[in-house]
């Protein structure tokens, strides 16, 4: 309820603002303006197709950084000389801004889908890695150590006993990477000249084109709701499947 009237106060704000004459109104529009264009670019326009296409590659991208993040992070985590190993490269990788290999990655891939999936899984790809480490980090030992002693493998405690129990802290790894990678899939699309179609296209367009600031912020919102609306659904998954992890937690 309160997140709710804090969006209606934000609106709210924008609408005076635009209506007042504080900005000129070419630049920051109010929000009525801006809802009414979306309305537009949704049921005249074909938004929804640029929508869906950059929903997609987002989701692809996210499960490519999960896929290539949680058993790599599995690995490391269980097996300390390979993480002492792969260490210095990891330090190395991980402060490189992903926006900035923008450029290399049209160049060697293109505009497409194999560019915006690479640099969303070289951004998102770290959250993943580093909190299922820490999640192994903070697994029982006596757990490891009974199923040990029931004959159990390395590769069998790690994924019957270690997995399970850092499953909460990999879940939020995935949590912040999905935020990480609808940005890196949007800034794609801008700087990449919107070569598949999509949100970030659309903002291009508007931009260098027509100077409309109204879809620049229809286009926006739209962002916005996606990565709140995913934010809710991996919240609502990790509260219902992971229960036992936020017993004591603040509502």
């Known amino acids: 309820m309160r997140g709710t009237i804090g969006v ?3 609106l709210a704000v924008g609408e005076a603002i635009g209506r007042m004459g504080l900005v000129n109104r070419e630049d920051l529009p109010p929000t009525s303006d801006v809802l009414r264009t979306l309305w537009d670019m949704l049921t005249v326009e074909g938004f929804g197709s640029d929508i869906l296409i950059t929903t ?3 989701l692809l991208g996210l499960a490519v950084a999960i896929v290539i993040g949680v058993p790599l992070g599995l690995l490391l985590g269980s097996v300390p ?14 402060p490189i801004p992903s926006v900035a290999l923008i450029p290399l990655a049209i160049m060697v891939l293109g505009t ?24 192994l980090s903070e697994v029982d ?24 129990s850092a499953a909460p802290f990999i879940l939020t790894g995935i949590r912040l990477a999905a935020t990480i990678a609808l940005i890196l899939e949007i800034t794609a699309e801008l700087l990449g000249g919107g070569g598949a ?24 919102l739209v962002a916005g709701a996606i990565g709140l609306l995913a934010n809710i659904a991996l919240e609502y998954v990790s509260r219902r499947g992971f229960a036992w992890a936020h017993l004591g937690a603040p509502a």
Do not use: C, Q
């Open 8 to 10: 209606t106060v934000f």
């Open 56 to 58: 997609v590659h987002w």
């Open 81 to 94: 000389v390979l993480n002492a190993a792969a260490r210095l490269a990891v330090d190395f990788l991980r």
């Open 112 to 135: 497409g889908t194999e560019m915006r999936v690479f640099v969303m899984v070289f951004a998102s790809i770290w959250p993943i890695l580093f909190n299922t480490i820490y999640g």
């Open 141 to 164: 030992p006596l757990a490891k150590e009974t199923a040990r002693s029931f004959g159990a493998g390395r590769l069998r405690i790690a994924v019957t006993v270690s997995l399970p």
């Open 197 to 220: 179609g999509g949100i970030g296209k659309v903002i291009n367009v508007a931009t260098s084109g027509f100077g409309r600031m109204d879809v620049v912020l229809a286009a926006t």
